[in-house]
């Protein structure tokens, strides 16, 4: 009975190493593709990022730090933020959804007329720089989960493949052993009762 058990053990062990390694390989796929994502857009911040430095650089030097300060105060607005909840292969994760942050020139709260066009290309460049932050923190976020995640399959891949499944080949081979001295010492038995 007990090896019995243990074959059906060892084949509960196995159907699920193999549905690890398809985990695994799902994640380590969805990782990679994220990755690709995330590099992209590290490139694309940093590009956005210098221009909008320099724009404020040169709206600095123009305009002043008080016009700066005061437009900056007039465009001050909240951003609706909300995370939702994806789920990959049993791996949950959180998404950033956002309103729109690039907005029009008369929608920024100052008046146009009082606010020069560096001031104005200033508050463009850097409201793309958040939009970009906001999208970057999704993937981000995903990211880390996944790689998380795919240490977490692949140390339960090696305890099941290292450990539990050759314990039950041990025990399995023991059994056996003891089943076949017990039928030799029968075998045996019968012999000698026969002479």
Known sequence: MNLLLLRRRIEVAQRGLALLHSKREALVREFFAVMDRMVDGRGEMESVMGQALSSLTLALSMEGRASLRSAGYA?????SIELTERNVWGVRFPEVHYGPVIRAFDARGYAVSWVSAHIDETARRFEQVLELALRNISVEMRLKKLGSETKKVTRRINALHE????????EIRNIRQTLEEREREDLFRMKRFKT
Do not use: E, H, K, Q
């Open 163 to 170: 450990v539990m499944i050759p314990a039950l080949t041990r």
């Open 75 to 79: 465009a001050r607005r909240r951003l």
